[in-house]
């Protein structure tokens, strides 16, 4: 039986425990984390991610959700009836949609063999930023992303919703370090994207294995960061013009490396 019954006190024990994967610590000792809306548990779900525990309000699963929570069941995941208040008090959202699963958090996959482009963050911290940033990443085939302890954590709940799902399908290596970030790019040729570079993205070969290095929004790269670089690349813009936001400066570098990569092509 995987319904558990109904809750309607935010000081239920269970309640605690998903609110406490709000805080990275508790995400990283219990090795979980947390899943908004219909979209992103539906996401899940369809893509083989069993949550190990799901809560959803009556609404919820009078509406259109109802296919969900059925789905939940039959996957034999743990469910609870919340009461909207109870929900409110587990979600990160001020206005929740009706359902908020918890999932593990995945270990770090090794690198595949035939790796040829890595993202490397560093010092990303806007969630929003990084939620987007994983989304192009998804997009455009990075074969894996290494952020630094620097960064925002990926798992934290507002990274999650801005990166609408990408998490279920990136290889994702959270707190890397910069020893460990050079070990996992050899043989790839490390580049930076940096405001004040000489030569522009389109300038350079993205058919070969590459590992792009972002700086982060306030300071830009550290001394790490420039250090492992072989090559700085820029994104020319007009004169006058303030940078731009992380998230887009890696989209416009990103799809460069999938349009010369030939990957231009839907699946």
Known sequence: MTFLGTITSPDNAHVKYARSLHKKRARYRDK???????????????????PALAFYTSEFAAGPGGALVRALHEADTPTW???????????????????????PLPEPPPLPADASLLLVLDEIRDPGNLGTILRTA??????????????????????????????????????????????????????LAEAAAPRTLWEWDWTAPTALIIGGEAHGAGPEARAAAEAGL????????????????????????????GDMREH
């Open 32 to 50: 979980r984390y947390l899943l908004e809306g219909l979209r992103l548990v539906g996401h899940a779900l369809d893509a083989g991610h069993r």
């Open 81 to 103: 009836l919340v009461a909207s208040a109870v929900l409110e008090r587990i979600a990160d959202t001020v206005t929740p949609q009706g359902i908020v699963a918890v999932l």
């Open 138 to 191: 998804q997009a455009t085939r990075v074969d894996a992303v290494l952020l630094t302890p620097g960064c925002v954590d990926p798992y934290a709940p507002k990274v999650v919703r801005a990166g609408m799902g990408a998490h279920l399908s990136l290889a994702l290596h959270p707190d890397t370090p910069w020893d460990a970030i050079l070990r996992l790019t050899a043989g790839t040729r490390r580049v």
């Open 234 to 261: 820029c994104l020319p813009m007009a004169e006058g013009t303030e940078s731009l936001n992380a998230a887009i400066a890696t989209a416009v570098f990103l799809f460069e490396a999938m349009r010369q990569r």
